[in-house]
């Protein structure tokens, strides 16, 4: 399944950005969607998810409360939206969906199947 995000760039500290991740290929179905990233010489790193159906939704503690996952089944399209962003954020972010994700794995990289291109996203202080 061709995953394509996108929506990164250069942000100051404090602002906002919102990712976009869209799923090409009538027959696409999925069990959950998510986001990772990669910080240059850090491994990739959970950042949310969210259940396809039933829209539940799961974060990492470092961006609760400032990143908001959620999709519109209807365009098969997954989005990250991120506020307060902060240097740390900075990292290439992928997205990722499951056909067949079991709640206790929803936040392991091991799970999804197939992953999109990164789209960097620079915090600058």
């Known amino acids: 399944v061709p995953l394509q995000a996108c929506g990164g760039g250069l942000v100051q500290a404090g602002g906002s950005l919102r990712l976009s991740c869209a799923a090409s290929g009538r027959a696409f179905s999925a069990s959950a969607m998510t986001w990772f990233r990669q910080a240059p010489g850090k491994e990739r790193e959970f950042v949310a998810a969210?259940?396809?159906?039933?829209?539940?939704?799961y974060y990492a503690e470092s961006v609760k409360g400032r990143f908001t996952i959620s999709r519109d089944k209807a365009k098969n399209t997954l989005y990250l939206d991120m506020n307060s962003l902060k240097p740390e954020d900075t990292a290439a972010y992928y997205c990722?969906?499951?056909?067949?994700?079991?709640?206790?794995?929803?936040?392991?990289?091991?799970?999804?199947?197939?992953w999109g291109r990164g789209t960097q996203v620079t915090v600058s202080s």
């Open positions: 969210i259940k396809w159906n039933g829209g539940s939704t």
């Open positions: 990722a969906s499951s056909r067949t994700v079991i709640l206790s794995e929803i936040t392991r990289e091991r799970a999804y199947n197939y």
